[in-house]
């Protein structure tokens, strides 16, 4: 069975799934660049309703996720400073087993968050 890279993100400022959070995945090729190999848009529960990489495309590296905290932020009514705290949430992380599951949730407000490697 090959591995799979999923997310959940969780809005803290509201208490509830990040429903229609844009995110976008990159991989970090040899010279040390980025380059963009998936988007998304979460879903009512804060999902992408599939895996963002998995089957052939899921190799192990370095990899990047981008979360667009501001925009959904400001799309939940909330009047943002300009420029916002946090804009964009950028998290770097390595894939190391292809077998397995790798899990990067997001726990959000405007002007904080969290991260881990969960299950």
Do not use: K
């Amino acid at each position: 069975m090959s591995g799979r890279l999923t997310t959940h993100v969780l809005d803290t400022a509201h208490g509830r799934p990040a429903a229609g959070m844009a995110l976008s995945l990159y991989r970090a090729e040899d010279d040390g660049s980025f380059t963009e190999i998936g988007s998304h848009v979460t879903n009512h529960d804060g999902r992408t309703g599939a895996a963002i990489l998995d089957g052939g495309n899921f190799t192990a590296g370095r990899y990047r996720l981008v979360f667009g905290a501001a925009d959904y932020f400001r799309a939940q009514g909330i009047d943002l400073p300009e420029p916002p705290f946090l804009d964009h949430v950028t998290i770097d992380f390595g894939i190391t087993d292809v077998a397995a599951h790798y899990h990067v949730p997001l726990l959000v407000s405007p002007y904080g968050y969290s991260t881990y490697r969960g299950s």
